[in-house]
């Protein structure tokens, strides 16, 4: 099992930047990924930003350039920079734990995000 809670979210003006971060408990020796989804109203949940065990990035083309992933090992957190923020960033997003052996995702219990214009 690996519990996930995030901090970091809330209201910022478009050209802004928020922070958020993701600290994980229990397995954590398990996980080979960790990443951020967002889902907006009506829309379906989608991959952000995501970092490997070894380090490797990939990040969704809308944020490329403006959001940065990182990841602490020694204090189990990831984090995700979101700078130069546009309304269309609104959402709820989640932070994620993949375990690929196991085929199981654990999910945080989300953070809102709002840009206003």
């Known amino acids: 099992q690996v519990q996930l809670v995030e901090s970091g979210g809330g209201l910022v003006q478009a050209g802004g930047s928020l922070r958020l971060s993701c600290a994980a408990s229990?397995?954590?020796?398990?996980?080979?990924?960790m990443g951020w989804y967002r889902q907006a109203p009506g829309k379906q949940r989608e991959l952000v930003a995501a970092?490997?065990?070894?380090?490797?990035?990939n990040y969704a083309d809308s944020v490329k350039e403006r959001f940065t992933i990182s990841r602490d090992n020694a204090q189990n957190t990831v984090k995700l920079q979101m700078n130069s923020l546009k309304p269309e960033d609104t959402a709820v997003y989640y932070c994620?734990?993949?375990?690929?052996?196991?085929?199981?995702?654990?999910w945080g219990q989300g953070t809102q995000v709002t840009v206003s214009s």
């Open positions: 970092i490997t065990s070894d380090g490797s990035t």
């Open positions: 994620n734990a993949a375990l690929w052996v196991l085929r199981v995702n654990f």
């Open positions: 229990g397995s954590i020796s398990t996980i080979n990924r």
